[in-house]
């Protein structure tokens, strides 16, 4: 059984990679975050499907605080489209709060394989892609086809309990034509109205289905932890202004790169874990 001083320690140290890699790619840092929660948790005694399904929603708890302070960052630097990012934002949240719901109801092994498959595709799409930037391409401006994307993607985000910007970076170069440095910057933004929604979603359908207020791992608040969602966030909201200082100090190929080996990274970990490997890579 793992002891208390021990969690804090190791939540506290996640939040560090966790807020680095929002602020430098965009992301909510869920490739961190639900691996070392759902070890964590069950280390300590929880059954794997609450711990899993407290791992997702205590992640987007601790996404909202830290894609605010990114957002900041990018902003800044004049690289976050906030028109863009509050279409796509409430909408993905909508979906979010759907999405939430039908993860109560499908089996999560599944899920990771089909989630993994998605984001490794999505990321040999980005590497064979051409930037905007090369071709000379404008970016789309229509907030209905920003907002066709968004919902989608917002149930994705939200049966997965990500922040979504492992998804929406890709998207919004590939398909919507932004610059990787506002891609990043707008999908940190995004990422604070996603979260609300995922928030929202894991809480009610929690306490729908009568989890406990105290636990052995904390308060919880319907799939919420409140102790490890604020031991994470103390330390990711930080690290997320530094992400962000790195990010605009590489060129956009660098980062993409960066980005794309990130999301194969995550694609094979999810695949892994659903088709229950512990392989060496």
Known sequence: MMGVETEVIVFLITGLAVGFASGLLGVGGCFIMIPVQYWVYTAMGINPKLATMVAFGTNLMVVFPTAISGAIAHSRRGFVWWRAAIVLGVTGALGAMVGSSIAEMLPKNWLRIMFGLAVIAGALRMLTAKHPEEIGREPVRNPLIWAAWGFPLGIVTGIIGIGGGVLMVPVMVVALGFGMHVAVGTSTALMI?????????????????????????????????????????????????????????????????????????????????????????
């Open 193 to 281: 109205f996603t979260s609300l929604g995922g928030i929202a979603g894991y809480i009610y359908n929690g306490i729908k289905a009568g989890v406990p207020l105290n636990s052995p791992i904390g308060h919880l608040i319907g799939y919420v932890n409140v102790e490890s969602g604020l031991l994470l966030a103390a330390t990711s909201v930080l690290m997320a202004q530094v992400g962000a200082r790195v990010a605009h100090r590489l060129p956009a190929k660098h980062l993409k790169y960066v980005f794309v080996v990130v999301m194969l990274y995550m694609g094979w970990k999810m695949i892994e874990s659903g088709l229950g490997l512990r392989l060496p890579f």
